[in-house]
């Protein structure tokens, strides 16, 4: 009798781990692997937020700046587009996705970023903007200017418009 209880019991358990232990596995898994996909997004977009928080000051009145970055940005007019009012879009999806101005520095004149846009949770135009900085130096330093990194620019997310703008 004690064998048939036993053996009962077992399959009773075998039962109940069958039915449950799928659904914990799953959840467990799921949960984990979000808790990895934030820790990896969050530390993504920390990298992606201080490439565009960098900043460039090159040794030149703003004129003279101005003229370099108009040569550059129509060097690539499907990339980056002069706007009316006299600052420069980056586009990822519209012209105007992230907005670069050139302001009065100590030292001359810097190009930083305004604000930019996100799309899926994360600001997509760190790589174009990278390139404008680099082109904007390399140009600078061929007409014999001098050009180095500026202050960092603090940007503000705001959760309606998913909008960064410089604070």
Known sequence: ???????????????????????????????????????????RRSAIL???SRTIVVHAPDATVRELVDTVALQQPR?????????????????DDAVARL?????GTRLQ???????????NT??????LRTRVSEAAVARGLT?????AAAHRRDPETERWNIV
């Open 103 to 107: 302001v009065d520095d100590p030292r």
């Open 79 to 95: 990339r980056f587009s002069p706007l009316s009012d006299g600052r420069y879009g980056i586009r990822f999806v519209e012209p």
């Open 1 to 43: 009798m004690d064998n048939a209880l036993l053996f009962v019991v077992v399959i009773a358990a075998v039962l109940v781990l069958a039915v449950f232990l799928p659904r914990w596995i799953r959840r467990s898994s799921r949960s984990a692997g979000d808790r990895a996909g934030q820790r990896y997004a969050e530390g």
């Open 50 to 52: 201080d490439e565009l």
């Open 126 to 131: 760190s790589a174009s903007w990278a390139e």
């Open 113 to 123: 970023l305004d604000g930019f846009r996100e799309y899926l949770g994360m600001p």
């Open 147 to 151: 050009a180095h990194d500026g202050p």
